[in-house]
């Protein structure tokens, strides 16, 4: 499978497409001044306890404060505790953790009132970002994820990651891993550690042992609330969970991005640091790559799939819902029953794609078309899993009811991806009239002669509406020969899809804009 990221970079927000065989699959996006990031720590001050709820409210500094769960304090709170204390009093033994001495673990089925009291401060660590009219959702049980290795404080234990199946390679990285590790730090080694040599794990564990003294040095200085460690932005997260062997590009459109970008491949796996490339051209990166269609036509609340099937998606607080519906399905098979079966199957795939790029997370609720025969809903359950698997949000699927209904659980830790692909018109503005496009070559036609004649421009490019852009070149003796023959300046006409009817714009040699 070959995989493509494509970047673009604005000044409010970097939007992110991770593209398998030239189909998008996921899709985020991350505001430039955003506040709580998953993995950021927090020193925070507990607010409020609620015995009912088992769980304490917490200021974070953000607008609506933080939700956390007397089972997110994690086994070790009483360490957490300790080693904030002696950090914040600049204990130098804290940065490393030599000498510490691990508190006992507190009881599972424990009360939070009799750990927890309002306005004390306390260590913790964003694990779901607000969503809707909720908070942040917060853990005491610190960790730092790398490309190869997560690294658990106040532990010693090493485990594997259960997709590496060779006995030989999972006793290989424990070997290493036991060799690297410093006291008190417990490591959990990544999927992508597989086959890594003991230098590249070992580099991955230094830098997340200099975000635990980055983390430990902003303690002693620390006023509440105050972000201690952040974690990295959307795109080197990305990055660092998915790159692997089969991507063949990650293309950015911003120089500062692009350095930014190919410094941190560089870092996790030099011997790809080749496919990031920087994007130059004048067309926006997404219209280039097919990424803006592809998002006006998988977004909304009906998706319609090519074989004529289409699905109808509702959002709401509590689940989502998915409904297959069979369309102008052509019906090759031998009855109803193989129909449903050929639909359900088709749609299956387009559902595990849609989940991914919308990050729905939650409950959902998909409506298949009825089958009676328990081999064709077996086979569409294996289907689904199949499709799933290359998810990597944690999710359950359960075989289908005997209403032909399929529930799924996905992790839920971002809100969903909704992007609203019906626009009020901004010709008519609702109207539904709007000025004659007989007009629309006239205005072309009299800028045109002023930047031409008047202001002597060289090199004019005129962006407009594919329709109008066939209008001016097409034919033998088309508008644009015309312009030519007038006057004996070629002016280049390109089509843009995202434009309305009516937009257009003339671009200098330079490719910049130019104001009339």
């Known amino acids: 499978m070959n995989k493509d990221l494509i970047i673009s970079s604005s000044e409010q927000e970097v939007e992110i497409a991770l593209v398998e065989d030239k189909q998008l699959v996921e899709l985020h996006k991350e505001k430039k001044n955003h506040q709580h990031v998953v993995g950021d720590v927090y020193l925070g001050k507990v607010k409020k306890i609620m015995p009912g709820l088992n769980a304490a409210f917490v200021d974070v500094a953000n607008e609506k404060d933080a939700f956390l769960h007397y089972l997110d304090l994690g086994q070790n709170y009483l360490s957490v505790t300790k080693y904030m204390k002696q950090a914040m009093n600049g204990d130098p033994n804290a940065r490393t953790l030599q000498n510490f001495k691990v508190e006992p673990t507190i009881d599972k089925t424990g009360k939070i009132s009799n750990v927890l009291k309002g306005g004390q401060y306390i260590l913790v660590q964003i694990v779901k970002e607000p969503i809707s009219t909720k908070g942040p959702k917060l853990s005491s049980d610190i960790s730092f994820a790398g490309h190869y290795l997560v690294l ?5 234990r090493i485990s594997i990651s259960q997709k590496i199946k060779g006995v030989e390679e999972r006793n290989r990285l424990r070997r290493l891993i036991q ?13 992508n550690a597989e086959g890594r040599s003991v230098v590249e794990l070992d580099s991955d564990l230094r830098s997340l042992i200099e975000s635990w003294k980055t983390m430990t040095d902003n303690l002693k200085k620390a006023t509440f609330p105050q972000k201690l460690v952040s974690e990295l932005n959307k795109t080197s997260v990305l990055l660092r969970d998915v790159l692997t062997d089969d991507f063949n590009n990650i293309y950015v459109d911003n120089v500062d991005m692009y350095n930014e970008v190919k410094g941190y491949v560089k870092t996790i796996a030099p011997e790809k640091a080749d496919i990031v490339k920087h994007y130059k051209m004048n067309t926006p990166i997404f219209e280039q790559f097919g990424i803006q269609k592809q998002i006006r036509s998988s977004f909304g609340r009906i998706v319609s799939i090519r074989s004529g099937v289409y699905l109808i998606i509702e959002h709401t607080e509590a689940l989502h819902v998915i409904d297959v519906n069979s369309g102008n399905h052509v019906k090759a098979g031998e009855g109803q029953e193989d129909t449903a079966l050929q639909v359900n199957l088709e749609s299956a795939v387009e559902i595990a794609r849609q989940l991914r790029l919308r990050d729905m997370g939650g409950i959902i609720i998909v409506d298949f078309i009825d089958m009676t025969q328990p081999a064709h809903r077996k086979q569409l359950y294996d289907k689904m899993v199949e499709e799933m698997a290359k998810d990597k949000a944690r999710h359950t699927i359960l075989p289908p009811s005997k209403f032909g209904l399929i529930q799924i659980t996905r992790q839920r830790v971002r809100p969903v991806v909704a992007i609203d692909v019906q626009e009020k018109c901004p010709l008519c503005d609702g109207t539904g009239t709007i000025k004659s496009s007989l007009t629309i070559v006239d205005d072309i036609e009299a800028n045109l002669k002023y930047l031409l004649t008047v202001q002597n421009e060289q090199k004019l490019t005129l962006v407009t509406h594919p329709y109008i852009y066939a209008y001016l070149t097409k034919g033998i ?23 309305n009817l009516l937009e257009y714009k003339f671009l200098n040699k330079e490719g910049e804009e130019i104001e009339m």
């Open 477 to 499: 003796y088309s508008k644009r020969l015309k312009w030519f023959l007038t006057y004996k300046k070629w002016v280049k006409v390109k089509p843009m899809e995202s434009y």
């Open 179 to 191: 060799s690297i590790r410093p006291q008190n730090f417990g490591i959990i080694v990544r999927t």
């Open 152 to 156: 658990v404080p106040f532990s010693n």
